[in-house]
C-alpha cells in the first residue's frame, strides 16, 4: 500500500500555500501531464477521457508543484471541460478542466489551460480549405480571419466557463515548410495578400525576406486576436508561451515576447533562455522546461547553483492509467534507478528528480512506501 494520502501530501501542500504572494508563487514549480501525444502520435479524441480530476490534483499536489497545466483543447482539437463552444473529448466522464480548477484552486495551486496554436485535427478536418491536411506532429494551420475567429471565441469561453488562472499558447508558428512545398493554398495565398498589400508571387513561393516579413506579421496579429479574446473573459488571466525557439526571426523582437505574461524555453538549452531575456517585457517571467525531451537532464540542470532559484516546468505523456507512476514510486527509489534511455524512461528520471527537488529533498532523499 502506498503511504497515506494525508500524511504524503500535506508537506507539499503546505509549502504551496506559504509560496503563494498576491496569488502568484515565488518560484514557479509547475508540471503538466501532457495528454497531446500518444506514442509519438496525436492522441485519438476521447484518450484517457477518464481521467480522474481529483486523481490528478493530488499527483501534482504530491510532486510539490504549485503550478498546473493541463488542457483546454488538446492537439486532437477537443475540449477538456463539458459545455463550451468546442466539443468536448468523446466520452468525457468529468468536466475535468473546471473539477481540476476547483480542486487545484483548493489545495493552493494554479491552474492552467493549453492551446495548440498552429496544429487542430478536428478544426482542419471541418475547414479543409483553410489548412495543410490534419497531419500530427506538424504546424498545418495559416492564421487566416476564420481560424482566428474560432481561436478568440475558444479561448474566451475556455476563461469563462472554467475559472483557469491563464492558458498556456504552444506552437505559435505558421505553416512547416514542408506542407508549403507543393504549393501554398489559396487561402495562406490570399491571407499574404491581405497582409502584405501585395499580390502572391506567380513564382508560387515569396521570397524569404517577403515570406519572414508575411509570418511575423501574421504572428503578430494573431497574438493580438488572443490578447483581446483573453482581456474579454478575464484580463487578470495569464497568457504564457511555449516556445522551443525562442531566437527564431519569425518570433525574435516581436511583441508576443514582450508583452505574454510568462514565456517558457521548453528546450535544455539555458542559451536559449538568456537569449529571450531582453526580448521580454520587464515584468515577464522567464521560465525553463527541465523534462519532457530525451535530452532533459533535470538533476543535472537543478544540481547547477545559478538554475536553483529559475521559474521551472516539466512534463511527461502519461500512462494508460492517464498519469505516470505514482510520486510515491518516484521517491521510494533512488535516482539512480532510473535508468530508461526512451522518451518514457527519460521522462520518470527526470519527474524523480523534480520531485526531490520541488518538494525540497536532496538528491539521495528515499521514503520508503508504507504498507
Request: proline fraction near 7%.
Amino acid at each position: 500500500m502506498a503511504i497515506s494520502r494525508r500524511i504524503f501530501l500535506a508537506a507539499p501542500l503546505a509549502a504551496a500555500g506559504r509560496a503563494q504572494t498576491a496569488g502568484l508563487p515565488r518560484q514557479v514549480k509547475a508540471f503538466c501531464i501532457d495528454f497531446n501525444w500518444l506514442k509519438g502520435a496525436f492522441a485519438p479524441p476521447g484518450h484517457w477521457a477518464d481521467a480522474s480530476p481529483e486523481q490528478h490534483a493530488d499527483w501534482y499536489q504530491a510532486l510539490g508543484a504549485n503550478t498546473i497545466q493541463t488542457f483546454c483543447v488538446s492537439c486532437n482539437g477537443y475540449a477538456w471541460y463539458r459545455g463550451g463552444v468546442v466539443p468536448p473529448q468523446p466520452g468525457l466522464r468529468h468536466d475535468f478542466l473546471a473539477d481540476l480548477v476547483r480542486l487545484g484552486h483548493r489545495r493552493g495551486m494554479l491552474v492552467f489551460g493549453y492551446f495548440c496554436i498552429g496544429a487542430n485535427t478536428r478544426w482542419a478536418r471541418e475547414h479543409p480549405a483553410d489548412s495543410y491536411g490534419a497531419p500530427a506532429n506538424v504546424y498545418h494551420l495559416p492564421l487566416t480571419d476564420v481560424y482566428l475567429d474560432y481561436l478568440g471565441e475558444a479561448i474566451a469561453d475556455a476563461f469563462r466557463r472554467t475559472g483557469i488562472d491563464g492558458a498556456m499558447i504552444d506552437w505559435v508558428w505558421n505553416p512547416a515548410a514542408k506542407l508549403r512545398a507543393q504549393g501554398w493554398i489559396p487561402a495562406e495565398q490570399k491571407l499574404y495578400t491581405q497582409l502584405t498589400g501585395r499580390p502572391f508571387p506567380s513564382s508560387g513561393a515569396p521570397g524569404p525576406e517577403d515570406q519572414l516579413a508575411y509570418e511575423r506579421r501574421a504572428i503578430e496579429r494573431c497574438w493580438e486576436r488572443i490578447r483581446q479574446a483573453r482581456d474579454r473573459a478575464n484580463p487578470r488571466g495569464i497568457l504564457w508561451l511555449a516556445c522551443a525557439r525562442l531566437n527564431d526571426p519569425t518570433v525574435a523582437g516581436s511583441s508576443l515576447l514582450r508583452e505574454c505574461d510568462w514565456v517558457m524555453n521548453e528546450a535544455p538549452s539555458r542559451d536559449l533562455l538568456e537569449a529571450a531575456r531582453p526580448m521580454v517585457g520587464a515584468k515577464t517571467r522567464l521560465i525553463q522546461n527541465v523534462a519532457g525531451w530525451v535530452n532533459h537532464d533535470a538533476r543535472s540542470f537543478l544540481s547547477h547553483p545559478a538554475n536553483r532559484s529559475l521559474d521551472l516546468y516539466g512534463f511527461a505523456e502519461p500512462r494508460e492509467t492517464s498519469l505516470p507512476l505514482p510520486v510515491s514510486e518516484y521517491l521510494a527509489r533512488p535516482l539512480s534507478s532510473f535508468t530508461g534511455t526512451d522518451r518514457m524512461g527519460a521522462n520518470d528520471r527526470n519527474i524523480a528528480a523534480m520531485a526531490r527537488f520541488y518538494r525540497g529533498l536532496g538528491w539521495d532523499a528515499v521514503i520508503p512506501q508504507r504498507s
